[in-house]
């Protein structure tokens, strides 16, 4: 199949962006949101827990704002994922498009979720204290540019005629280094771990669930919005040819 316009990307990515967003505020909001209410009360509860008085964001708010945000997130990493695929469409493997937007998804999951969340997993409300929070916020950002930088720099290196072989070896030594060497989150965990887990478990599922429709919706969207007659497949009739 030929390269996607860049009308063809951006309407597809739109429309992709938008749907992993409401799938992910949905997958939340009925399973991630009830361990973030009782991880709540566990601290509200705590021993030694002092009452400041009604909080300056209510529940509900939270609640509805993260409907609102799940989808601008859609929208947003969905264009940053088209204008990725648009640039490097050409140099992808495999012809078809689909295949090539799933391949990218994938990539871009490890790089932007797993890899970072093997070394950083998310925690409920009641893990952290507010003392260290820039500095967490700094360690998962480093975390984060590296392990962007270092997939990059695999996949320019492959591109510029290093072995396929020793290319993803040499990630594969980068991203164990970057996992060992990074500091460990340095605030304890005090509430019950069956709820930390519960809480990692559903922010990981949704996240995954989130760039598997991006994909796939992606890809089959910029399959059938551009007919083959404009992807450059066709050759150009000749003068003998009847108009």
């Known amino acids: 199949m030929g390269a996607r ?8 990515v739109i429309l992709a962006g938008l749907l992993a967003g409401v799938t992910l505020a949905v997958f939340h909001s009925l399973l991630t949101e009830p361990v973030i209410d009782r991880a709540i009360a ?12 009604p909080p300056l964001v209510s529940r509900d708010t939270q609640k509805r704002g993260l409907v609102v945000g799940s989808v601008l997130y859609g929208l947003f990493v969905g264009l940053i994922f088209g204008g990725v695929f648009y640039l490097a469409q050409s140099i992808l493997p495999t012809r078809r498009v689909l ?19 093997l070394k950083y997993p998310a925690n409920p409300p009641g893990v952290g204290q507010s003392e260290t929070i820039e500095y967490r916020q700094a360690l998962y950002l480093a975390f984060l540019l590296l392990s ?29 280094a970057l996992y060992l060497l990074m500091p460990p989150n ?8 069956g709820l930390v887990l519960r809480f990692r ?43």
């Open 148 to 176: 962007m930088l270092g997939g990059v720099a695999a996949a320019v290196a492959s591109r510029r005629g290093v072995p396929r072989g020793i290319a993803a070896a040499g990630y594969a030594v980068f991203a164990l």
């Open 201 to 243: 478990a559903f922010s990981l599922a949704g996240l995954t669930l989130f760039w598997l429709v991006l994909g796939l919706a992606f890809g089959l969207l910029a399959e059938h919005l551009q007919p083959e007659r404009d992807s450059g497949n066709l050759q150009p009739r000749t003068a003998s040819e009847p108009s």
């Open 5 to 12: 316009s860049l009308g063809t990307v951006l309407k597809a």
């Open 42 to 53: 566990i601290e509200e509860s705590r021993e030694g827990h002092l009452e400041e008085g």
């Open 99 to 117: 295949t090539r937007a799933a391949l990218l998804a994938l990539g871009a999951y490890w790089l932007l979720v797993a890899l970072p969340f």
């Open 186 to 193: 340095p605030d304890p965990i005090e509430i019950p771990f």
